[in-house]
Structure formats: C-alpha cells, structure tokens
C-alpha cells in the first residue's frame, strides 16, 4: 500500500513551480520494514493547491537478481497539495495499483529545498544547478557529509554524453569528493562532526556471490549508496548520503583541495596491482594525457621507472603538460611519432577508452608485453585483435574496473604523491565554483584542462 505515515512532510514554499521531491520508500522485507530506497520526483508546486499527479521512480538497489539499469521500477500516485503559509501539507488519496511492491512514503520526510546541486537529466542530456532537499540521516548506518572538493572526470563527459549507463532520472553526479562529515546514524561509531574524509562512490550488496569472494566492483546489484553520481546521488551538491562502509578519514597531512583525487588515484591502486609485477627498466607507454594518464605518470615515476612516453593527440594537452614532463624527464608524443619511430613496449596503460587507439597499442606491445585497458570505451566499441599475434608473443591483455577494497591504499597515495606530484597547476587541474558547471565542463571537454574540480565548501 502506499501511505503517508500520519507525518506531515513540508514543502518550505518558494514560489517555485517545480521542484524535486525528495523522500525515503519503505520496501518491507520479509515482514521487516527493513530495506530503504531513496526516490526523487519532480513535482510542480502550485501556490494554491490542489491535486497534483507524481510518478515517484525507484533510484536505490533493484531487486538482486535484476540488473540497476533495468529496474527502475515506477509507481505513481495521485498526492493532493494544501496550500498554506509557509508550508504545504500533502497526503495521499489515491494509489496506483501498477506497483506490487508496498511503498511507503516515510513521515520524517523533510523537504526542505535548500541545497545546490548539479543534476543531470539524462532524458535531455541537460546539466542543471538546481535546488534540492538537504538529504536528512533516516538510516543507523548512514553518514552525511559536506562536500568540499568534487571532481569532474572523463567518466562524467561519456554520462553527459550518453556514452555511459546512468540513472535515468535526474541525477547528482559526482563520484570524486572530499567532504566533512555532518551527521551519522545511531551505529556510526568511529566518526566525529567535522571529520575530513574521502567517500568511495561505491559499495556492493554484501550478500551476492561476487561480494563474499572479495570482489564487490562485480555486484550486479549494489549496495543502497551504490555507484554515488552514477546511480545514486553524489558529490557535485552541497551535501551527500552515503554509508559508513565507503567513508574514509584523512590524516591531518592531507588537504580536503588534494583529497579530491583520492576516488582516480583508487582506481590506478587497484590497477597498480593488477598490472604488477612491472620491473624497473620497463619501456611503458601511457596512451592519453587526460588526468587519468597523468595521474598514472606521477605513479609510474613515484615508483622508479624512467623509461615512460605518453601519447596525446590533443596539442592543447600536450602543452598544458609540459612541466611535469620536464620535471619527470619523461617523452610527450603524438601516437603518430610513437609509431614512426618504431619503438615497443614492455607495458601500454591505455588511458584514452578510444578503441582504434587501444587496436593500435596492441600492436605496439614487445614479445612478453602487457597491455592494460583503463580507459572506458563506449559500450558498443569493437577492436580487432590477431588471436596468432598474441600467441606469438605471449601477450597479456588485462583490465581494470574502479576500485575494489583501493580507498585505503589511495590515501596513502595521495600522501605519498602530494608533495612532490599533486600540484594542480602542473597537472592541468583547475578549481571552478559549482555554479560554472558550464565552463568546468567546456574546458575539459576541449582539453584545455585535464581535469575540473568545484570547491564546493572550505
Ligand atoms: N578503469 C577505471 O576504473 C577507470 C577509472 C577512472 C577513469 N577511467 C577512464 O579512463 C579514461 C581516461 O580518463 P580521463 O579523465 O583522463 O579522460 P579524458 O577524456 O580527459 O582523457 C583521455 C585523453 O585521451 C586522449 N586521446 C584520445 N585518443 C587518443 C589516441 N589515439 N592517442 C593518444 N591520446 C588519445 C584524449 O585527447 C584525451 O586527452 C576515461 O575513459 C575514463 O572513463 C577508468
Ligand atoms: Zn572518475
Ligand atoms: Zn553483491
């Protein structure tokens, strides 16, 4: 049944006609009103009154054995709106059968709609700052925190691109964030108002097969606070919800301004293993100087090897990165002039997810090399490959997907890079405010930064 808990959740009006509601639905389990989802909805206010008709779309965990994108599931429901100053009521009265699962709107639903945040709606493939509900702790094991640097990545231009599966209903993106914590259900034990910490944007189910072997970024279904700004809401807002399991303390040495990089640098932890052993002395090509091949530069280097090229078809990149090249004496090419020159490589780290540049690395790769595929290539994207070629030479193709169990060891990181690496200048970062979303997104779509981060808060 769907019903509104006696409550009486308010809408703080603002002659605004349209605006997101933001609540909790109750799905009972197993006789337990145990398992939450998050919902939002636009609903258009009318400062009189009257009948509005919402559709109210499930944004949280699917059922288990379906997969996230497939199972929005939608219910709707016909809420009348009181009008009444400053706040309007708002019961139900009537359900829509459509939905078998119970849906319960929960009473200490606070809306609220005080909070900024860049969503994106991927029905238009629009970006917009608009105002949402601060969301409120309404789960013993959650956390809310207060974003203050959240980063803007090449993951972020595929989903604004429509390259790159998201939640179809307007989102809060952003899955690369420092924040400090501002509240925490009654089970958060370990964590302090004002902790600064680093929030890994994903998490899996805790109970699948993939979950228990260690290996959650394969979880079909994910936790609830799975895939924050890709699934669920993440960090370009002023506050974010997330569990207690993807939250991570800093060490005081750690600025919240360098901390930002922690969520990539995860990513390249988790690849570091991966692609390890990588004897010192290696020839090692870096296909594209976005962050991400820049970040793998300052890790490559931080580990000794000397013998690294980095490839950039774009000539704006290649300037921006000139200082960190000298300072590391590694080689900037074009692929053209990798090519010409003839060199192999014992290990390629593609960083562009372009597949004609990840077909050309291959057959760069020296006999005994390895090839590892970070960059995201869009989902349809094919490459050719000789089955004979790799045989010969005993070629390992490998992969690499975000970062299982990485958050600690990328703190570490970030520590052990920042002094002597990550400095934003050198590496082509550049700090926007959330309201120029327009122009952060711009400057690293033409590749004139490799990388955009709004402060946010600090
Ligand atoms: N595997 C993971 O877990 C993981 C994590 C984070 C990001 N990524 C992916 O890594 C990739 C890089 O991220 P980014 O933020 O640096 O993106 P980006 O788009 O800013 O950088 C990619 C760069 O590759 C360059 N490029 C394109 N074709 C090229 C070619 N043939 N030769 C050389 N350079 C070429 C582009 O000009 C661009 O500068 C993206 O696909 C992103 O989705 C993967
Ligand atoms: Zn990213
Ligand atoms: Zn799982």
Request: glycine letters at 8%; a positive charge; one cysteine or more.
């Amino acid at each position: 049944m769907l019903s509104i808990n006696g409550g009486r959740p308010s809408v703080e009006h603002k002659a605004i006609k349209t605006s997101v509601l933001h609540g909790l639905i109750l799905l009972p389990e197993q006789g337990k009103t145990r398992a939450r989802r998050v919902f939002d909805t636009i609903i258009p206010i009318d400062a009189t009154g009257g009948s509005v008709n919402v559709t109210m779309s499930r944004i949280g965990a699917p059922p288990e054995e379906t997969p996230w994108h497939c199972a929005h599931l939608a219910a709707s429901a016909s809420l009348r709106l009181e009008a009444g100053s400053p706040t309007f009521k708002m019961r139900r009265t009537r359900r829509d059968d459509a939905s078998d699962l119970p849906l319960v709107i929960n009473s200490k639903t606070q809306l609220k709609f005080n909070m900024n945040a860049v969503q994106f709606a991927s029905r238009d493939k629009k970006l917009a700052l608009v105002q949402v509900p601060t969301p409120v702790i309404s789960h013993p094991r959650e956390v809310l925190v207060k974003v203050a640097y959240s980063g803007v990545c090449g993951t972020d231009l595929h989903i604004i691109s429509g390259n790159f599966p998201c939640n179809p209903l307007p989102l809060t993106l952003g899955h690369e964030f420092s924040a400090t914590v501002v509240d925490f259900g009654s089970e958060v034990t370990h964590l302090t108002r004002g902790d600064r910490v680093v929030v890994d944007p994903n998490s899996g189910c805790h109970k699948c097969g993939f979950c228990h072997s260690g290996r959650p970024h394969f979880c079909t279904t994910g936790g609830f606070y799975a895939n924050l700004g890709v699934k669920n809401h993440g960090g370009w807002a002023q506050f974010c919800l997330c569990s207690v399991e993807q939250v991570h303390k800093l060490p005081k040495e750690i600025s919240l301004r360098v901390a930002a990089l922690a969520e990539p640098l995860s990513c390249l932890a988790h690849g570091w293993g991966l692609i390890s052993p990588v004897p010192v002395g290696a020839n090692i090509l870096v296909a594209g100087a976005g962050i991400i091949g820049t970040l793998w530069v300052c890790l490559l280097h931080l580990h000794g090897h000397r013998r690294v090229t980095l490839t950039e078809i774009n000539p704006s990149r290649r300037l921006l990165l000139k200082e960190l090249m000298d300072d590391t004496g590694f080689q900037l090419k074009t692929p053209q002039d990798v090519q010409n020159s003839g060199a192999n490589f014992d290990l390629i780290i593609d960083c562009t997810g372009h597949g004609p540049a990840i077909e050309s690395a291959l057959k760069l790769l020296d006999r005994g090399g390895k090839i590892c595929i970070f960059g995201v290539a869009p989902p349809g994207a094919k490459i050719e490959v000789s089955p004979f070629e790799v045989y010969m030479k005993e070629l390992t193709i490998l992969s690499v997907k975000v970062n299982p169990f990485a958050f600690p060891k990328a703190v570490a990181l970030v520590q052990a890079l920042s002094e002597k690496y990550l400095d934003y200048e050198k590496l082509g970062v550049k700090v926007f405010e959330l309201e120029d979303f327009p122009r952060a997104v711009e400057l690293l779509k033409t590749g004139n930064i490799t990388k955009a981060i709004f402060q946010i808060s600090e």
